[in-house]
């Protein structure tokens, strides 16, 4: 009898070991970036789902735009961001990063939710979470600017739940290894190489003795980029900041269309027009900006048409919208469907929540 | 039989202890922040006779059977391995057997197949150091910051205090902890944002004060309290958070405006001087003299900021105080000059002694932390010459310092290897100026700093605990009212 209830123990205990494990490998299925960001922040999954609390499908997707960003794999950035339009700032912010690394930032602009500038620059102060806070620096790495780089790095590191995130480290190793700094780098690479099996192997191929060719050509692509001069800004001078890049490179591409995007989103058509070479770069989003400055001051001329390359059908399409406008009194209800994905309608019909 | 069983399941639990992977020290060697065989770099530095084991490690990636001989007064004592990590009663035997001598070291190891050797020196001082450093441990936040702690270490041993911390102020910021000459019954400390104000501690009895009137452009910032106890000169600053675009320089800070003040902590009131609130001048970072009659501080002449950072240069001057009602004088007195020099001062300190004047020179400006071209520079103030320091400074930033209470030892915090993260340095300063290679702060476990991401901000010497601890200032924060100054 004694020896039945003890089979029947073993049975239930292995019964609620297997429901617990199949339990965890139906969470690890379902959010497998939860999993990676948790690695990435120094954390066990137990401890993450202690800290931020169980995933929803929407944090799940978020998770992943930030992993993948990591990773550098852009096009799963944009592909993973199409899932669903989040209407959520750090959700936007990796879509416009990766649209503008696969170079068509300009061109989708407009196609999904912008929360003005924030989608291109998380802000970072005492007000912002430390969620973004953390994510702010992957666009100023890509651009090539190290000191914001690597500020936000550091405050990732300081917000992260073990001070000690691996996915902060690298970042800090990296851009202390562009400019130059290897004491610096040296320290974080020390970290790594005695952190997980990955971080190791990673760390090791930074030391500037094992760099690959590949490497070498990535860390002279990012110093191409970097500022030949030193002036000092204020922590949110963006604008300030994208034309002193442009004016050490002005091949910075990224640098060009953020520039220009910032321009538009904050609704600054005269900042636009001033940051806006028509031989550098072209958009139909930059054609629709430049016909809402030619038209307000009087400059509509064919010559001028010409010399900003504005099409003659983003020119008639103008007019349709500037006569819809004006008949139905300013009301957009009768132009968003056919012109609500234009700079047009943002420009006129987009207000700031600042709560969100 | 079982119990064989259970114990050599025991050994194996126990295994994976025993048994880690060793600590990678690499990258290590030229160029990178471990640039000595030994790590932290104790060759040849001077140390006095009461501080903690000096535990360190061979930087070495190649190195194998390391062996390392301390021998002093006839007597050996030898350690094998890559870490040497000192019992710290063996160590106190020893610094008795060396008998405020010199200790001679040697080093050796393979690597690659060729041997090494190095024969060093620890010097040993007869002059005690304050037992006990107050310092907050900051990430670098750049105006944002989380689980800041002021903590007191007592430097004849590895005993850490929390004095003040997130814990007990619901994560708030606190700015650093600093004594009045090195005494553990005269200090203060900032709590900043709801519930908080200046903490001062006489004697152990702590009050919280809100140390802003109207007429002052901002609550009080940098300063000092005065030896007597009663009276406190402070700076008031709008200060302004910028970047620079170049990638090593990283943070900048400048005051777009700045003056003094004076609290008179017994009268509860502070009070404002003509010649130290001149809007044509800056005017910072103000100290007492060691006796009390004069009060130095860095002054420049105003510039618009940032456009002119690199022309703002701040001189040290000194104006009398009148100990009896609190009064700064004037017109100023010029003791070093940015002109003259074109450079800037920063973070003067007397030593209590009287004998000696401790401040920062960097190249512009006021926030030398991330200047790697900031130095200290000693003043003999009984002839006014400049010591050679070039046996303390490093190339990277080299700042925010305080004297023993007898004016034999500093500290200061410095950025050399990594160039991010402040370390606290000790260097002893002879009575003839010869001043001493600083050794850092020793920790129990020598790879302590390699895992260390936080700063040791503004490293002060006490020659006495002081009087609480968190648990104590969660207390003032939440339960004390602030107490006002007209």
Known sequence: MACRGKQWLWIALAVVLLAAGASQCVFLLR?????????????????????????????????????????????KVADLATRKDLHNEVGTYYYNLANAMLGRLPDRLMDYYQPFERGLFLPVGPSSTPFKIACAGDVWFQLGYM????????????????????????????????????????????????????????????FPENWSPQYQLRIAEKRNLMPQFDLVHGMDQTPIILRILLSANQTNRLALDYLLCYDLLTKDIDAFVGDF?????????????????????????????????????????????VTIYKRDGGSGRNLTAEFGKSYWYYYYYAVKNETK | MKRNKLLLLAMLAGLPLSCGRPYDVRPAGPGTDRDSFIFPDYTDVTLPINIAPLNFYYTDPEGKEFTTHFLANGKTLSFKGRE????????????????????????????????????????LSHDRIDPYLTYRLIEPGFEVWDDLEIVERHLESFDTRVISDYRHTENKCMNCHIHSQGRGDLSMFYLRGEGGGAILNRGGELRKLTLKNDTMISPTVYGEIHPGGRFGVFSTNIIVPAMHSEGGRRMEVFDTASDLCVADFDGKRLLTFPETSRE???????VFSADG????YCAAPAHPLPADLYQTMYSLVRVPFDTATGTLGGPADTVWSATRRAASVCHPKTSPDGRWLLFTVAGY?????????????????????????????????????????????????????????????????APDGTVTKPFLLPQKNPHYYDTMLRSFNVPDLGNAPVGFDAATIGKVWKEMPAESFE
């Not at chain 1, 690695?39 to 997707?61: C, F, H, M, T, Y």
């Not at chain 1, 400059?299 to 399409?317: K, P, V």
């Open chain 1, 31 to 75: 959010h497998p970036y939860f999993r990676k960001y948790a690695a990435q922040n120094g954390i066990s999954l137990r401890e993450a789902r202690e800290v931020w609390g169980k995933p929803d499908r929407d944090a799940e997707q978020i998770l992943g735009l930030i992993v993948e960003a990591g990773e550098e794999n852009w096009q």
């Open chain 1, 147 to 206: 000191p914001l780089a690597e500020r936000d790095a550091m405050l990732g590191l300081l917000f992260s739940p073990e001070h000690n995130g691996s996915r902060y480290l690298r970042r800090l190793a990296e851009a202390n290894l562009v400019t130059g700094e290897y004491e610096a780098a040296a320290k974080y690479l020390r970290m790594l190489l005695n952190g997980s099996q990955e971080d190791r192997q990673w760390a090791r191929s930074r």
């Open chain 1, 277 to 321: 070479d028509p031989g550098l770069t072209r958009s139909q989003l930059y054609e629709e900006a430049m016909l809402i400055f030619l038209a307000a001051k009087g400059g509509m001329s064919a010559e001028n048409l010409a010399h900003y390359h504005i099409s003659e059908a983003c020119f008639q399409r103008f007019n349709r919208f």
């Open chain 2, 84 to 123: 040497v990590v000192w019992k710290e009663k063996v160590w106190r035997e020893w610094l008795a057997v060396a008998a405020g001598g010199d200790i001679t070291v040697e080093s050796a190891w393979s690597s690659g197949g060729t041997h090494q050797f190095h024969r060093w020196t620890l010097h």
């Open chain 2, 280 to 286: 044509d001048v800056f005017e910072t970072f103000p």
């Open chain 2, 293 to 296: 009659e004069f009060v130095y």
């Open chain 2, 365 to 429: 400006g006021t926030f030398p932390i991330n200047h790697s071209e900031c130095d200290l520079c000693l003043m003999d103030l009984s002839d006014g010459s400049i010591l050679d320091m070039r046996a303390v400074n490093a190339e990277k930033s080299d700042t925010y310092h305080s004297w023993s209470s007898d004016g034999t030892w500093f500290v200061f915090a410095s950025k050399r290897g990594d160039g991010l993260y402040g370390k606290p340095y000790f260097s002893h300063v």
